[in-house]
């Protein structure tokens, strides 16, 4: 079963609350379901009500001086990477950004959080996404990747997940992105890249080294989250070192002036997203050219 959610609804000022009385009415008369809601750009989004990001995505603007980004920087022709797409909220995104004249590469290794991609793909029609049920890391093969089973997936990680407390195990394929992108003449061909894979971060750069280490290597969105990071066995600070070792500086970003501002490396890093930039003249310009919201 499907509910439609009026969007009305996304624009009280308690948001929160009518998620909550949603998610108890129907839960009390025994119903099994997905909600399906509009979030910008047009997109429609198909989402499991037990899984915790979906309250981020319905209650609160999750993520949205990233989303923002994306509509600032993308231009017609670019092709976006997004590594740890989940249920596709970025991917979706920028295929409507991009519909009609540029590409997005979702990458998704877990079996469930595909299938809710897939369907938002076709959701919104969007036929220049190409999915790929493959987790990114520092080499290829088969590995195991632990699975919230409590409404966590979003957290779901080849380390140690650090959210939710019922977990299962799925054997996921990986490969490097300097593998994937030499067999699919992608380097020096993306525009943007967002890496979110809860701690594993530093992984997929190592076995990105290759390609990004080159001067036409694409911006990236990456996720610093420590307790995350630990869980991998590394730190943020290391996370840090090592984009800057292939050439980056790490900027967060004034939706409202539309500029990157410099973030120099932090004693402590809770959760946030850094935009991680080669040449921030060209950078600068595409966002100065940006449509007007």
């Given at each position: 079963m499907t509910l439609v959610v009026d969007t009305a609804l996304l624009r009280?000022?308690?948001?929160?609350?009518?998620?909550?009385?949603?998610r108890k009415a129907l839960r009390f008369i025994g119903l099994q379901y997905d909600i399906e809601i509009a979030i910008d750009y047009g997109i429609r989004m198909r989402l499991d009500p037990k899984q915790r990001l979906t309250s981020l995505i319905w209650s609160s603007d999750f993520e949205r001086t990233e989303r923002q980004f994306l509509s600032d920087f993308l231009k017609p022709g670019d092709i976006?990477?997004?590594?740890?797409?989940?249920?596709?909220?970025?991917?979706?995104?920028?295929?409507?950004?991009?519909?009609?004249?540029?590409q997005v590469l979702a990458f998704e290794p877990c079996s469930e959080a595909y299938q809710r991609l897939s369907n938002n793909v076709v959701l919104n029609g969007l036929e220049n996404i190409e999915l790929h049920k493959l987790a990114l890391s520092d080499c290829p093969g088969e590995f195991t990747m632990t699975t919230s089973l409590d409404g966590f997936d979003a957290w779901n990680s080849l380390a140690t997940p650090q959210a939710g407390s019922e977990f299962g195990e799925e054997t996921v394929k990986c490969t490097t992105w300097d593998d994937f992108a030499t067999r699919n003449g992608l380097a020096g061909c993306i525009a943007m890249m967002k890496i979110d894979v809860e701690g594993w971060e530093t992984r997929v750069l190592s076995g990105a080294a290759e390609t990004l280490s080159r001067e036409d290597a694409p911006l990236l969105q990456v996720e610093f989250t420590e307790r995350n990071c630990l869980s991998a066995k590394v730190t943020c600070e290391e996370l840090y070192r090592s984009l800057e070792e292939l050439g980056y500086t790490m900027y967060t970003y004034d939706a409202d002036s539309r500029k990157l501002i410099h973030d120099p490396i932090r004693s402590s890093y809770p959760y946030c997203n850094l935009f991680c930039v080669k040449n921030l003249e060209k950078a600068t310009a595409r966002l100065s050219n940006c449509n007007a919201a």
């Open positions: 009280l000022k308690e948001r929160d609350l009518p998620w909550r009385i949603l976006f990477v997004d590594v740890g797409s989940n249920n596709g909220l970025f991917a979706l995104t920028a295929g409507r950004l991009l519909v009609g004249t540029g």
